[in-house]
């Protein structure tokens, strides 16, 4: 059985995010039958990110609490020419402390509790106005990297979509993850 059939009909979401309470972090698992019940989107419990395997993992309030989402990111210290192979001394994931997505780069950083507080993750993401038939062009006057207001996460689609403060709160970044079981 598909791992894509096993999650048919779950939806995994990521509401309602803190950014300083939450976390992202990358995670690797079996995938194991999705329950029979079809859920709303739900919280994450925890972001957490990882500069050995250069992914994020979200924590998902879900079934038995081992359902995740991931993504692959990239990792490095701000302010560095270059980024440093010293990342890869961060050995275990470590807690998001804030979130934000720019309409300007379409990019998505994650600032990391990590070292001296200047590590951080970024993604590519779409940007863009819900409600709108296609997207605007205006997406490019939002000026500087906004803060996330919430998150979540769906298993049908396997996409992750983060609220933006900005405008009238409809403008979104999205992008493709893994969601599955932690067995």
């Known amino acids: 059985m598909s791992a894509r059939r096993m999650l048919t009909g779950t939806f995994l979401g990521l509401g309602a995010l803190l950014m300083t309470t939450s976390a992202l972090a990358p995670a690797a698992g079996a995938q194991t039958a999705a329950p029979d019940r079809a859920a709303a989107p739900v919280p994450v419990t925890a972001l957490n990110c990882d500069g050995n395997t250069y992914k994020c993992t979200a924590n998902l309030q879900y079934g038995d609490g081992r359902w995740v989402a991931d ?7 701000q302010g560095m020419a270059s980024q440093s192979s ?7 994931p470590v807690p998001v402390t804030g979130l934000s997505c720019d309409g300007n780069t379409y990019k998505c950083t994650a600032n990391l509790q990590y070292g001296d507080g200047r590590w951080v993750a970024d993604w590519s993401v779409n940007v863009y106005h819900q409600g709108m038939a296609s997207q605007s062009s205006s997406v490019r006057s939002a000026a500087a990297p906004v803060p996330v207001t919430g998150l979540s996460c ?11 403060q900005y ?3 409809k403008w979104v970044a999205d992008w493709k993850v893994n969601v599955y079981h932690q067995g």
Do not use: E
């Open 86 to 92: 010293s990342v890869r001394s961060a050995a275990a």
């Open 154 to 164: 769906d298993g049908n689609t396997y996409k992750c979509t983060a609220n933006l």
């Open 71 to 77: 993504w692959s990111v990239n990792v490095y210290h």
């Open 167 to 169: 405008g009238d709160g």
